[in-house]
């Protein structure tokens, strides 16, 4: 399997500008002979969340149709959250994967709110983790902030996930923060962790990039820098099953006897 992780620099409520790079890079994976894309968080606008209204759509419309009909047209699975309208005033911060015919696999709103940048406050939270079977593997869903709830990976790999996508804006100066707990999340669930974080900066923050892709032996495969770039690998998914064989973490749990 050949991934891309697209580390961009996300220009603050600007859709058309961000889906410009989205699609030069998406492009660019495709020459690249990639399989999947994973964009950061909130690609199309950043933290622009008193806007909200203006940005966010249904599934089938705006932004999503965008990526849609940009999967197709590249052939690649296509993943990355935007805004999202969840009912009547209610936004989300929802995880879309597009297969390459532009049909959508799987939506995943995230599920923890970030109070630091005011998500409680505009946004509506997910309510379910949610899995993707992929030709190629099974695989679970979370977006930046998950990462510091281990429950939500523990149990995609309880139910058979062997990678879990995540999208992010992480901000200095968390940088080790970032890159010790995408390592522990892959090393106690024996999974690959693909994580894609935004570089550049908004009124408030200034984002590292660093994102990473990091084996279920918790080996960093591939690392960003803090500049815009796109970055691809090759991934043998077999080391799941070889982890789990060697060290049988998830038998020998015992659930039985944990506060």
């Given at each position: 399997?050949?991934i891309?992780?697209?580390q961009m620099d996300i220009?603050?409520?600007?859709p058309?500008?961000?889906f410009?790079t989205?699609?030069?890079?998406?492009?660019e994976?495709k020459r690249r002979g990639?399989?999947?894309?994973?964009?950061?968080?909130?690609?199309?606008?950043a933290y622009d969340?008193t806007?909200a209204?203006?940005y966010?759509?249904?599934?089938?419309s705006g932004?999503f149709?965008?990526?849609?009909?940009?999967?197709?047209?590249?052939g690649i699975?296509?993943?990355?959250?935007?805004l999202s309208l969840?009912?009547?005033?209610?936004?989300?911060n929802?995880l879309?994967v597009?297969?390459?015919?532009?049909t959508?696999?799987?939506?995943?709103?995230?599920?923890h709110l970030?109070?630091l940048m005011?998500?409680?406050q505009?946004l509506?939270?997910?309510d379910k983790?949610?899995?993707?079977d992929?030709?190629?593997?099974?695989?679970?869903?979370?977006?930046?902030?998950?990462?510091?709830?281990p429950?939500?990976?523990?149990?995609?790999?309880?139910?058979g996930?062997e990678m879990?996508?995540l999208?992010?804006?992480?901000?200095h100066?968390?940088?080790s923060h970032w890159q010790t707990?995408?390592r522990?999340?892959?090393?106690?669930n024996?999974m690959?962790?693909?994580?894609c974080n935004r570089v550049?900066?908004?009124a408030s923050n200034?984002?590292?990039?660093h994102s990473?892709?990091?084996?279920?032996?918790?080996?960093?495969?591939?690392?960003?820098?803090?500049g815009?770039?796109?970055?691809?690998?090759?991934?043998d998914?077999?080391?799941?099953?070889?982890?789990?064989r060697?060290i049988?973490?998830?038998?020998d749990r015992?659930?039985?006897?944990?506060?």
């Open positions: 399997m050949n891309s992780l697209a220009k603050f409520g600007n058309a500008a961000n410009e989205v699609t030069r890079m998406t492009e994976a990639s399989d999947l894309i994973l964009f950061p968080e909130l690609w199309s606008t969340l806007r209204p203006r966010a759509s249904s599934l089938t932004a149709a965008d990526l849609s009909a940009l999967a197709r047209r590249t699975h296509i993943l990355g959250s935007t969840l009912g009547k005033n209610k936004y989300g929802t879309t597009f297969a390459p015919e532009g959508l696999l799987a939506d995943y709103s995230k599920i970030f109070r005011d998500e409680h505009y509506t939270a997910g983790p949610v899995l993707v992929f030709s190629f593997g099974r695989a679970g869903l979370a977006i930046c902030y998950d990462l510091r709830f429950e939500l990976f523990r149990g995609y790999a309880l139910a996930a879990t996508f999208p992010a804006e992480w901000p100066p968390r940088l707990l995408v522990a999340r892959a090393i106690e024996q690959f962790i693909f994580a550049g900066r908004d200034e984002f590292f990039g990473l892709a990091v084996d279920p032996w918790g080996e960093i495969l591939a690392e960003g820098g803090e815009e770039e796109l970055i691809t690998l090759t991934v998914l077999s080391k799941v099953q070889e982890a789990r060697k049988p973490i998830l038998q015992r659930p039985d006897v944990y506060l």
